[in-house]
């Protein structure tokens, strides 16, 4: 298992659109992913748990991966967020 | 409730006053409730069936629209949210509780939209109208054969959302208006209700919880208010406004192709100031010289749009091709102070606050995404823009060459540039603004608050905005005679410009193009004339 943090960048935050991408990154993999944020602890595959979050710029999301792909899904967790989801940072 | 006035977007002009009929698509609840026979496994089959026609249906939207990026996406995140096991579970589960599937589908997403909510920040707006429209989708799948249009002949339709077949069905079914709780003015439902010519407000919060059958209910399409039951005086006022906005119309088209001239026989122009796309149907309908000033940020309702390149792309573009050959000018978003505020902290004087220009350059990513947007439009060739809120020269230069460094990247011929004066700065300032300039705009209501000292806003204050006053007259004379000299357009905007009296003091003073509500430019004309 696998744990670490990231912050939303891109400047409209986890609306609809990144979230979906985000869901569609973690179903591919097999891997069971956990995603908190102030107490708040959802399933990553699930569209409405991620939009639950209501993650703002600048908020930092806990993962939790645990699974015989953990890293990849990890690695690329991480670029999608570097990256902002390809929107305005 | 008597006379009561709520506001949300105009869609549709015009003005019905009528009696309401509700379309609750979601069904009576109490009545469903009282159905004596229930069975979990047939409500959980209905609601399972729901999802799989809306699934077969949104896959074949994507298959059809492959191309289009963002409706591909959108209609995707939608059908995640469909193949979601939470919303099967969490249905099911409230089904197993003795839920009807409509009531469980209604209690799941009434807790998951105040769930969302109470984490309230900007974000959850544009959620919860996403979720409401599934919301809707999936209900309506539920009833659908059980919709029934029979009684909306004559009356107002109140209602959750609207999609184009449903307008379609209600306005044949005899409907003189609607209002709905959801929307906005760039979905297919507006421009349809445009067509038709059917008065309608889209976005009013709370409508549902507020107006009953039966009620009587006022819709203003034009300023996009409803009033639910007008008293007498109201009701007369606006039947009498009504009337009085067919006949002026008529009694104006007479002067849609005569010119006015000044006294040394040049010709007096009237631009149009656009605020949503009933001003942009009302300016092609007044033959206006073209669109004097855009008001972008009035353009935008969600906040997502500010973000989208390819939705603003879609606004700015669809403006500058109804008015071809004509211009158009574009003035960047204006956020800040009264119009649609960003800004984090709270400004104790947000008038003189981050606005305009001000905050565009510390929002670099904003004003890019909407110079993208503004210059991909330009290729038609008829587009201006105009940077709002100016206080000194380096502001216009610095625009000008973010302007240019977007244009050579687009490889696009850089779009006229504009200096909206609305500062007393800048009117100091106008010799060196001029010269960096395309044209000069005179954004008068703000330069009359900032002049003054006294805001616009502010009722007790109202006798020191005075048009007419030497001072003010003055100083629009001093800018103009600058712009003669360096031979620059320059245009009046703001209420100015459509008060006869004043209108007709700088036309005699020599100022020859005007930007004013397009619902206006004929009746000034008939005055000029007279």
């Given at each position: 298992?696998?744990?670490?943090?990231?912050?939303?960048?891109?400047?409209?935050?986890?609306?609809?659109?990144?979230?979906?991408?985000?869901?569609?990154?973690?179903?591919?993999y097999?891997?069971?992913?956990?995603?908190?944020?102030?107490?708040?602890?959802?399933?990553?595959?699930?569209i409405?748990?991620?939009?639950?979050?209501?993650?703002?710029?600048?908020?930092?999301?806990?993962?939790?991966?645990?699974?015989i792909?953990?890293?990849?899904?990890?690695?690329?967790?991480?670029?999608?967020?570097?990256?902002?989801?390809?929107?305005?940072? | 409730?008597?006379?009561?006035?709520?506001?949300?977007?105009?869609?549709?002009?015009?003005?019905?006053?009528?009696?309401?009929?509700?379309?609750?698509?979601?069904?009576?609840?109490?009545?469903?409730?009282?159905?004596?026979?229930?069975?979990?496994?047939?409500?959980?089959?209905?609601?399972?069936f729901?999802?799989?026609?809306?699934?077969?249906?949104?896959?074949?939207?994507?298959?059809?629209?492959?191309?289009?990026?963002?409706?591909?996406?959108?209609?995707?995140?939608e059908?995640?949210?469909?193949?979601?096991?939470?919303?099967?579970?969490?249905?099911?589960?409230?089904i197993?509780?003795?839920?009807?599937?409509?009531?469980?589908?209604?209690?799941?997403?009434?807790?998951?939209?105040?769930?969302?909510?109470?984490n309230?920040?900007?974000?959850?707006?544009?959620?919860?109208?996403?979720?409401?429209?599934?919301?809707?989708?999936?209900?309506?799948?539920?009833?659908?054969?059980?919709?029934?249009?029979?009684?909306?002949?004559?009356?107002?339709?109140?209602?959750?959302?609207?999609?184009?077949?449903?307008?379609?069905?209600?306005?044949?079914?005899?409907?003189?208006?609607?209002?709905?709780?959801?929307?906005?003015?760039?979905?297919?439902?507006?421009?349809?209700?445009?067509?038709?010519?059917?008065?309608?407000?889209?976005?009013?919060?709370?409508?549902?919880?507020?107006?009953?059958?039966?009620?009587?209910?006022?819709?203003?399409?034009?300023?996009?208010?409803?009033?639910?039951?007008?008293?007498?005086k109201?009701?007369?006022?606006?039947?009498?406004?009504?009337?009085?906005?067919?006949?002026?119309?008529?009694?104006?088209?007479?002067?849609?192709?005569?010119?006015?001239?000044?006294?040394?026989?040049?010709?007096?122009?009237?631009?149009?100031?656009?605020?949503?796309?009933?001003?942009?149907?009302?300016?092609?309908?007044?033959?206006?010289?073209?669109?004097?000033?855009?008001?972008?940020?009035?353009?935008?309702h969600?906040?997502?749009?500010?973000?989208?390149?390819?939705?603003q792309?879609d606004?700015?573009?669809?403006?500058s091709?109804?008015?071809?050959?004509?211009?158009?000018?574009?003035r960047?978003?204006?956020?800040?102070?009264d119009?649609?505020?960003?800004?984090?902290?709270?400004?104790d004087?947000?008038?003189?606050?981050?606005?305009?220009?001000?905050?565009?350059?510390?929002?670099?990513?904003?004003?890019?995404?909407?110079?993208?947007?503004?210059?991909k439009?330009?290729?038609?060739?008829?587009?201006?823009?105009?940077?709002?809120?100016?206080?000194?020269?380096?502001?216009?230069?610095?625009?000008?060459?973010?302007?240019?460094?977007?244009?050579?990247?687009?490889?696009?011929?850089?779009?006229?540039?504009?200096?909206?004066?609305?500062?007393?700065?800048?009117?100091?300032?106008?010799?060196?603004?001029?010269?960096?300039?395309?044209?000069?705009?005179?954004?008068?209501?703000?330069?009359?608050?900032?002049?003054?000292?006294?805001?616009?806003?502010?009722?007790?204050?109202?006798e020191?905005?005075?048009?007419?006053?030497?001072?003010?007259?003055?100083?629009?004379?001093?800018?103009?005679?600058?712009?003669?000299?360096?031979?620059?357009?320059?245009?009046?905007?703001?209420?100015?410009?459509?008060?006869?009296?004043?209108?007709?003091?700088?036309?005699?003073?020599?100022?020859?193009?005007?930007?004013?509500?397009?619902?206006?430019?004929?009746?000034?004309?008939?005055?000029?004339?007279?």
């Open positions: 298992m696998i744990e670490f943090e990231v912050t939303v960048v891109n400047r409209a935050g986890l609306h609809t659109r990144p979230a979906a991408t985000l869901v569609k990154l973690t179903s591919k097999k891997s069971l992913v956990f995603i908190e944020k102030d107490g708040m602890r959802i399933n990553g595959k699930s409405i748990g991620v939009m639950t979050l209501a993650a703002e710029l600048g908020s930092t999301l806990s993962f939790e991966i645990d699974g792909d953990e890293n990849d899904m990890a690695a690329e967790i991480k670029e999608l967020f570097k990256s902002g989801f390809g929107e305005p940072i | 409730m008597v006379n009561h006035r709520i506001s949300g977007i105009a869609i549709s002009k015009g003005i019905v006053i009528g009696k309401v009929k509700r379309l609750d698509f979601d069904k009576n609840q109490s009545e469903l409730r009282a159905l004596k026979v229930f069975d979990s496994e047939i409500e959980k089959a209905k609601f399972a729901a999802k799989k026609s809306l699934i077969f249906d949104s896959e074949r939207i994507i298959e059809k629209y492959k191309h289009k990026e963002k409706i591909k996406s959108i209609i995707e995140s059908l995640m949210f469909l193949q979601d096991e939470e919303l099967t579970n969490g249905v099911n589960d409230l197993n509780k003795g839920n009807r599937c409509e009531i469980a589908i209604e209690e799941f997403f009434a807790n998951y939209i105040e769930l969302i909510s109470n309230g920040n900007s974000l959850s707006k544009i959620k919860v109208n996403d979720i409401q429209f599934l919301k809707h989708k999936l209900i309506q799948d539920i009833n659908d054969v059980e919709n029934d249009y029979s009684e909306v002949k004559n009356r107002i339709i109140i209602t959750s959302l609207l999609d184009t077949d449903e307008i379609l069905k209600i306005h044949e079914n005899g409907a003189i208006g609607f209002a709905t709780e959801y929307g906005s003015n760039l979905s297919h439902s507006s421009i349809i209700s445009r067509s038709l010519n059917i008065p309608a407000v889209f976005g009013v919060n709370s409508l549902l919880g507020l107006v009953k059958n039966n009620d009587e209910i006022i819709i203003d399409g034009y300023l996009g208010n409803i009033i639910i039951n007008p008293d007498n109201t009701r007369i006022q606006y039947k009498n406004k009504q009337t009085q906005a067919e006949e002026e119309l008529k009694s104006y088209q007479d002067y849609k192709d005569s010119h006015v001239r000044n006294k040394n026989g040049a010709k007096i122009k009237f631009y149009s100031n656009i605020n949503n796309m009933i001003d942009l149907e009302n300016t092609l309908i007044n033959n206006a010289d073209g669109i004097g000033l855009v008001r972008t940020e009035n353009l935008v969600e906040i997502e749009e500010i973000f989208e390149e390819d939705i792309f606004i700015y573009n669809r403006i091709e109804s008015i071809y050959p004509k211009t158009v000018t574009f960047l978003f204006d956020f800040g102070y119009k649609l505020n960003l800004n984090d902290e709270k400004e004087n947000p008038a003189l606050g981050l606005r305009g220009v001000r905050y565009l350059l510390k929002n670099k990513h904003i004003l890019e995404t909407q110079l993208n947007a503004l210059i439009a330009s290729i038609n060739g008829n587009v201006k823009l105009l940077i709002p809120m100016v206080t000194f020269t380096e502001e216009v230069i610095e625009i000008k060459k973010i302007v240019a460094k977007v244009s050579n990247e687009l490889n696009i011929q850089m779009p006229r540039i504009g200096t909206m004066v609305e500062t007393p700065s800048a009117a100091a300032l106008i010799k060196h603004i001029v010269k960096e300039s395309d044209f000069i705009s005179i954004g008068t209501n703000d330069l009359m608050q900032y002049f003054f000292a006294a805001d616009r806003n502010n009722e007790h204050v109202k020191y905005l005075d048009y007419s006053v030497e001072s003010f007259i003055h100083l629009l004379s001093k800018i103009k005679k600058v712009c003669n000299k360096n031979d620059k357009e320059l245009v009046i905007c703001g209420q100015i410009a459509s008060d006869e009296e004043s209108l007709m003091l700088l036309v005699n003073k020599g100022f020859q193009s005007f930007s004013v509500i397009p619902a206006r430019i004929l009746f000034l004309k008939k005055t000029l004339l007279q």
